[in-house]
């Protein structure tokens, strides 16, 4: 797995791990300093002994390159947050569905339920929440009422003899 940061971050971190190695600290503290595995300061060694001047540089990150820029990400965070209905839904609940309509529609871009969902969680950062269904006439404080003088009386209690108490 890739490690946190951007790949110039990662490339220092490369040849910081390098240069503690050429004042003769040992790998063991050198993956420490850097907060690197022993196995991934052994490889940067031999990378940099293969090609000095190219053996540590960061590789493009593999894959397809994203098909929405960092600014549409975002503009497309700040349609979402507005709400369903705002995009001219009847229920403020977003599906896929909706999302990869209102992403063609704003940004010409399409995309399938499976990569509105991967571009949620790893593009956006989102989570997946169900709504709670709730009854239309539901009433809040009944319910607390119930709660407080109903419940204590029907719900049953430990009795006072019986297993549970400790005999001496």
Do not use: C
């Not at 990569?115 to 539901?138: C, F, N, T, Y």
């Amino acid at each position: 797995m890739r490690p946190f940061g951007s790949g110039k971050q990662l490339e220092k971190r490369r040849r910081r791990a390098i240069a503690l190695l050429r004042t003769g600290t040992s790998y063991r503290d050198a993956a420490r300093a850097v907060g690197a595995a022993l196995s991934s300061v052994v490889r940067w060694k031999q990378a940099y002994q293969r090609n000095v001047r190219t053996g540590l540089r960061s590789r493009p990150t593999p894959g397809r390159p994203p098909r929405l820029t960092k600014a549409q990400r975002e503009r497309l965070r700040w349609l979402l947050l507005r709400g369903a209905r705002a995009a001219g839904h009847t229920t403020e609940l977003w599906t896929l569905r909706r999302i990869a309509t209102l992403i063609e529609a704003q940004f010409g871009v399409r995309y399938s339920a499976v990569g509105v969902w991967k571009l949620l969680r790893h593009g956006l950062e989102w989570s997946w929440q169900k709504p709670e269904r709730r009854a239309l006439q539901r009433d809040d404080a009944a319910i607390a009422r119930w709660k407080r003088r109903t419940w204590p009386h029907i719900k049953k209690r430990r009795p006072a003899w019986g297993p549970s108490r400790v005999s001496r």
